[in-house]
């Protein structure tokens, strides 16, 4: 449907509207029983324009046949939820699947989960989250896509191109929203929905991007953030969401809040009571509000505020338009209805399940691996000793934000590696040490179906002897640790990046046996190991339903891992934040020594992540010593795989700016590409810089600049790069 006859049947059915059914359709709700009568009565009196939560095919079916059949203009609703890494068939974590730095994995992740998510009747899902994340305090650096805007600006687009496709209303896609506008990764204290202090040059060069990259790449909606940015509350925040993103950006999709966050105007002292909250949001520029009831809604006063003069038919149309143009867009009002027939059959596509086992693959991030002790060499194995208490917990194994996964189809690390050898070798396990819970349960904990996982209690002291008995009966032992899946996402900050209960002392109880320990880290923030050094050391973050079988691919080198950091693996929480692309500062030599107590670098850096293969970076050319402002520069090297498997190297390009009319951070990822070698095999990677990736946001010309400067730039396989090559820039 083109634009032109989209706006007509908007604007001629937006000519019929009363205000409250105009208020109407601003109105999201939460629905969590089916048959609500409260929700029904609503929905048949044309005052709710779109649910959530609901995900059972028959009852979305009959809430659409109240709103198509009962409500006076018949508009459809809109069906949305948190689709965020896999319907049933769940995806590594978004932090993984970025880990991957494969674009084309992360978009066929996100067809996948489309399908699965359009299949049962969903529209709209609220996702990707893009929000830049520096402190692993915070719990939800599991859903974005790391610390770095270039590498979340990719992700971002990637992923939205995943769930919608080409167009809004392609079929088999849904309406993509990223989230959360904006700031909010930025939480003081790393403390959910805590406030957001960022600087206009942060903001812009740093915070922003991801979500101006899936807007350029088509995103049909935003949702806006819980917290304060810069001292107003970023849901009522005019200058994000009406100047920036609506006018400087020109989006022409519609914004929705966070559940409750338009009623939080009130909760912030922004807003004086609820109705003030709802005036203050939509005159902001949001279009919807995400409600989790009709009591709690801001905008089910609008009529009123409209009466009174407090917003205008203008403001309250225009918003009413981007919905009705997303139904359209849709083609909803053509096809409202689910084909329940076909639910079985994508939800059960063998094919889903594929692409899941190779997206884990590509996400593992090989740390450590000392004298190659990974791969294993299967021929050489009799025992092999799986400990852990995440080792065989399928719930675990999924990781935060799933909800209609099935547990017995997913594959534990345990169940992978007995799947895999269990024939040929022995495979024993010991949960090692008991999960400790949370000490401030989740809320998600309590929400039905989603209980976390049973715990197997055990007396620590004595489980720990058991699982070192069983290591040293063994020719090897697998330790899965790291955290339980209810302690990263939302509300699910932590103090410390210790492994949670006895783990660490497992771990040492095992390393000191000398054993071979190969330790999988289930985790999605940098954890603090003080030291331990196990064989090798593998990230496998929370895998999703194929994991365990991706992880025993892995593990006998039938995948080898390509993974790398979307972060700074930081030595301890004391280090927060550390990221790689600081400000270069007095005594820049002495960085490393800026703490008395410990290194100031990162375990690891962004970026990094090892393979069983190595690599040579050599011959870096720039194209030119000199360019023009706002012409382009190309860079290549060469890359020779020196090891001896096949294997996917990321190589990665830095730029520093030498001096300009701000200061720039040491070094900045502008360019990356995934390239698979044989043994000896040597490709010419080739780079092109334009003009957009030296520009960036002047806090001293407040606009965005492109300075007469040199430029530095260091490729190769982290962050640490130190092949470097220079060029310069001048007015031309
Ligand atoms: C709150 C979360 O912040 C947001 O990411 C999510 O989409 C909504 N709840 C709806 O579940």
Not at 114 to 135: K, Q
Not at 203 to 222: Q, T, W
Not at 411 to 419: N, R
Not at 648 to 661: C, D
């Amino acid at each position: 449907m083109n634009d032109k006859v989209v706006s007509e049947r908007v604007n001629a059915l937006l000519a019929q509207m009363t205000p409250e059914e105009k208020a109407g359709q601003l109105c999201q709700f939460f629905s969590f029983t089916p048959n609500d009568v409260a929700i029904t009565d609503e929905v048949a009196a044309g005052h709710v324009g779109s649910i959530l939560v609901v995900r059972d095919p028959a009852e979305l079916d009959r809430l659409q046949h109240v709103a198509v059949e009962q409500s006076r203009l018949g508009i459809p609703l809109l069906f949305g939820f948190d689709v965020i890494h896999g319907l049933r068939t769940i995806f590594p974590v978004p932090i993984a699947m970025a880990a991957s730095w494969d674009m084309e994995i992360i978009e066929a992740g996100q067809v996948v989960a489309a399908a699965e998510a359009r299949a049962i009747g969903l529209h709209w899902t609220f996702a990707p989250m893009v929000d830049i994340a520096r402190d692993p305090r915070w719990g939800r650096m599991v859903e974005g896509a790391g610390e770095d805007p270039h590498l979340g600006s990719a992700v971002a687009a990637a992923q939205v191109r995943g769930f919608q496709g080409s167009a809004i209303g392609e079929a088999g896609r849904v309406i993509s929203g990223p989230k959360h506008f904006a700031g909010y990764g930025a939480a003081l204290g790393g403390r959910d929905y805590d406030e957001a202090e960022i600087s206009d040059s942060e903001l812009r060069n740093i915070y922003l991007p991801p979500f101006k990259a899936a807007i350029d790449a088509g995103a049909g909606n935003i949702m806006c953030a819980y917290m304060t940015l810069n001292g107003v509350p970023a849901t009522g925040n005019h200058w994000l969401i009406t100047d920036v993103l609506k006018r400087e950006w020109g989006f022409t999709g519609f914004t929705v809040s966070d559940a409750n966050s338009a009623y939080d105007l009130a909760t912030h002292n922004f807003a004086k009571d609820s109705a003030d909250a709802g005036v203050r949001a939509l005159n902001a520029g949001l279009d919807m509000e995400m409600s989790l009831s009709v009591k709690s809604s801001c905008y089910a006063s609008l009529p009123q505020s409209l009466a009174v003069g407090a917003v205008s038919e203008n403001t309250l149309d225009d918003a009413v338009r981007r919905i009705l143009a997303m139904k359209f867009r849709m083609g909803l009002f053509e096809n409202p209805y689910v084909d329940q027939t076909q639910v079985n059959a994508v939800l059960g596509n063998p094919a889903h399940r594929v692409v899941a086992q190779e997206a884990a693959e590509k996400s593992f991030v090989l740390l450590r691996n000392e004298n190659k002790a990974l791969p294993l060499d299967r021929t050489k194995l009799g025992s092999i000793a799986v400990i852990g208490p995440l080792a065989d917990s399928a719930r675990d194994t999924l990781g935060p934000w799933v909800f209609d996964h099935d547990l017995a189809e997913t594959v534990t690390v345990l169940q992978g590696i007995t799947d895999k050898v269990g024939g040929e070798m022995q495979v024993a396990y010991s949960p090692g040490v008991t999960m400790i819970p949370r000490l401030n349960p989740s809320f998600f904990d309590a929400l039905p179906g989603l209980q976390p996982a049973a715990r197997v209690e055990v007396d620590d002291d004595a489980e720990i002897l058991r699982a070192v008995e069983l290591a040293n009966a063994s020719d090897c032992a697998i330790l899965v640790l790291g955290e339980a899946q209810n302690m990263i996402g939302e509300a699910a900050s932590r103090s410390s990046l210790d492994l949670p209960g006895r783990q660490q002392d497992l771990l040492e109880a095992l390393i000191a046996t000398g054993k071979p320990v190969i330790l999988l880290l289930m985790s999605a923030r940098p954890l603090d190991l003080k030291g331990a050094a196990p064989d090798a050391i593998l990230n496998i973050w929370y895998p999703g339903t194929q994991g365990g079988a991706a992880v025993a691919n892995t593990l006998f080198g039938d995948a080898v891992p390509g993974g790398k950091l979307p972060f700074n693996w930081v030595r301890s929480i004391g280090q927060v934040p550390l990221p790689y692309a600081h400000m270069k500062t007095h005594q820049p030599k002495e960085r490393e020594n800026r703490y008395w107590n410990e290194q100031g670098s990162a375990s690891y850096p962004f970026g990094f992540g090892l393979s069983y293969a190595t690599f040579a970076y050599d011959n870096l050319r720039v194209s030119k010593p000199v360019v023009a402002l706002g012409e382009a520069i190309t860079v290549s090297v060469d890359v020779t795989n020196t090891g001896s498997c096949a294997a996917t190297e990321v190589a990665q390009l830095y730029i520093h700016q030498r001096y300009g009319s701000a200061a720039r951070p040491v070094r900045e990822l502008k360019g990356f590409k995934r390239l698979t070698l044989s043994p000896g095999e040597t490709q010419t990677v080739e780079f092109v810089l334009t003009a957009k990736e030296l520009t960036y946001w002047s806090a001293a010309v407040r606009d965005w600049v492109q300075d007469e400067t040199i430029i530095d730039i260091m490729v190769g396989a982290d962050s640490a790069a130190t092949l470097s090559a220079s060029f310069e820039v001048r007015a031309p």
